[in-house]
């Protein structure tokens, strides 16, 4: 007990924090039950009755849910495929840069969209990319390369291919930070031998940089891997719009209207909590598979 | 050694396209800010990309004379205010305290930590304790929800963790509490960290708008990033346009002020405080970024 007296503080320090976490944090965990309940407000998620999978079962049986499942699906895809890469190609291009002031404008500027809102960016694009004088279909058509102007955030067809454009936009410049970084605590004397030995620059990177900055590659995959699903609420909530409604909500969007908006809570828990167990599946097979590869993984 | 032609070329290449995609980014807010500085009507027109036709203040007038927008103005700049300092103080006193080996239950508290970083409850359970707390349409549910983050708290902790330890002991041979040495040693030596997590606190509270969507219907409670989506009429499924009513203008600008204009003018006013900050923290949220990675 002396001990803990003469630590005091420390334990005042970590006290609220605990407290926080416990109510904020683990409390909505609990809350989870009521995907399996029919939930009384009076009763409370105690002691309200059990129904079983039945939320499950209205789940799966919905029309909505491959609809979901299909977008919520393919824009990670497409951002895992095209957004994930996209910052390490900018950090291999930014290295191969001589000058010093260039680098560090480039950088500076590339961040910028980073520290913006998805709402002011969603304002931004749809300016520039608006059917009726919109910068983009402006240019496009003095190029002479379309007719009409295109509706980019209007027609379903074009959307997946506006939420991926934007998301890179934005997340590219500060992607790099990592890499840059991890690209800089290579050994210097590595790229003088391989000059010795007759590499290019391309066997360079090929041999020496991607190499070392493997595991960095590696470890940001895997958490993103568990946020999966997520898809990017805050983007495609401000993105989409009734015209490309059928391929613009998500999971997340979904759970946000049925739940809140429609007070449908149990409905609600039930997809949150499906999600959650198939980022949870998705995060503990990437970590196996890294493993097997005799790589490090997260635990 | 001297660079052969390939790589000549290669760097030609390099620069221009970097310095095409350094244009992509800046100038959409460039095109906005000549947009928000036109008269309104002369800019319906078209063709403002890099200049104003027609100079003018009177969007920014226009946007200062809503009072929606002062209220939201004020709460955005509250809630970043307030919940940046707090959460800033109690993360860095709970790392401090986690970083320190006498504090016994250290390894437990961890994990409950870890944990948070994988499984939550989901959007439903939260909005249901955020219900019983009845933070629902209470200004807090900005504050008190986002005070503290696993990640935040890691970042923190390996900080303190690399500091002398030397240090430490002589000041509590000199009979200092630990709250002293926090206050006079730790803080001090570690002030980058507290820019960049304030930094990105700030930036997380300024940028956050679906806090407000999800969470309050109070109209007085929003802050500028919801108000800007109601005002531009994003997303559709929300109930209602705002009316565009400009009031305390005077009758020559009323005449040429736009919802266009208005609109450009407050995407400016949105983004202006952040653009004109992180290009001098740059120093500090690159190293915060590299620690934060580091212990992952």
Known sequence: MQSVWNNRYLYLFVLPGVVWFLVFAYQPMYGVLIAFKDYDIIKGVFRSEWVGLAHFRELFGSPNFPVLLRNTISISLLKMLFGFPAPILLALLLNEVRSRLFKRLAQTISYLPFFVSWVVITGIWYDLFSVDGGFINEALASLGLIKEPVFWFGDPDYFWGMILASDIWKGIGFGTIIFLASIASVNPELFESAVVDGANRWRQVWHITLPAIRATIILLFILNIAHFLDAGFEQIYAMQNNMVLDRAEIIDTYVMKVGVFRANYELATAVGLFKSVIGLILLVTANFIVKKFGEDGVF | ?296
């Open chain 2, 1 to 296: 050694m001297k660079p052969t032609r390939g790589e000549q070329t290669f760097q030609w290449f390099n620069y221009i396209f970097l310095s095409v995609l350094c244009f992509s980014f800046l100038f959409p807010f460039w095109r906005i800010a000549a947009i928000s500085l036109n008269e309104g009507l002369d800019a319906s027109r078209g063709g403002i990309n890099f200049w104003p036709r027609k100079f003018t203040l009177d969007n920014y007038a226009a946007v200062f004379s809503r009072s929606d927008i002062v209220n939201a103005y004020t709460i955005s700049i509250c809630r970043t205010a307030i919940g940046t300092l707090l959460s800033i103080v109690l993360v860095s006193l709970m790392a401090y305290g986690l970083s320190k080996q006498r504090l016994k239950g250290r390894s437990v508290i961890n994990v409950m930590l870890i944990l948070t970083m994988f499984f939550s409850g989901g959007l439903i359970p939260t909005y249901m304790l955020y219900k019983s707390l009845h933070l629902l349409n209470s200004f807090w549910v900005y504050v008190v929800p986002s005070l503290y983050g696993a990640a935040s708290v890691f970042i923190f902790r390996s900080f303190f963790r690399a500091m002398p330890q030397e240090l430490e002991d002589s000041a509590q041979l000199d009979g200092a509490s630990d709250l002293t040495i926090f206050s006079r040693i730790a803080v001090p030596l570690s002030l980058p960290i507290f820019a960049t997590m304030a930094l990105f606190a700030a930036v997380g509270h300024w940028n956050d708008y679906l806090t407000a969507v999800i969470y309050t219907t109070n109209e007085h409670l929003l802050p500028l990033q919801t108000l800007l989506m109601k005002v531009m009429n994003i997303n559709q499924n929300e109930t209602g346009t705002m009316a565009y009513g400009v009031v305390n203008l005077s009758e020559s600008s009323r005449r040429t002020v736009t919802a266009e204009s208005v609109k450009m003018a407050m995407l400016i006013v949105v983004v202006l405080p952040i653009l004109t900050i992180y290009p001098f923290l740059q120093r500090y949220f690159v190293k915060g970024v590299i620690i934060g990675s580091l212990k992952g």
